[in-house]
């Protein structure tokens, strides 16, 4: 059986916030991508660690500050006590893949480059 999903459950600000933050991530992934075929090919520049960088600084910013403030099981110090491994993990393989893609940027274009990720 089908549920009607209430407008207000849909449309709550947890819901918004996150799209809004995840947003926020697209965008700078997106400048960043736009900034590193400029730079690549306008300058010789090829910098990928110091493109991302911005990103990352915001992301812990924005998450560890959430997770630093809630109460229960789900706070900062329970996750990396619990999970702090798995965490590390995906960390890695996410800055090595962005590595990549940005550094893509120097033998190709843009267009290209996005077409491939997706």
Request: aromatic share 12%.
């Amino acid at each position: 059986m089908i549920q009607r999903i209430q407008a207000r459950k849909l449309f709550s600000w947890n819901v918004l916030k996150i799209i809004i933050l995840g947003q926020l991530v697209s965008l700078l992934i997106c400048g960043t991508g736009v900034t590193s075929q400029y730079m690549a090919g306008s300058y010789k520049v090829n910098t990928p660690m110091l493109q991302s960088f911005l990103n990352y600084c915001l992301l812990l910013l924005v998450y560890t500050t959430i997770l630093a403030f809630r109460k229960g099981d789900d706070n900062l110090w329970m996750i990396l006590k619990k999970r702090s491994w798995k965490y590390a993990l995906l960390g890695l393989a996410d800055v090595e893949a962005n590595y990549m893609v940005v550094k893509a940027y120097q033998y190709t274009t843009l267009t290209s480059v996005q077409g491939q990720t997706r």
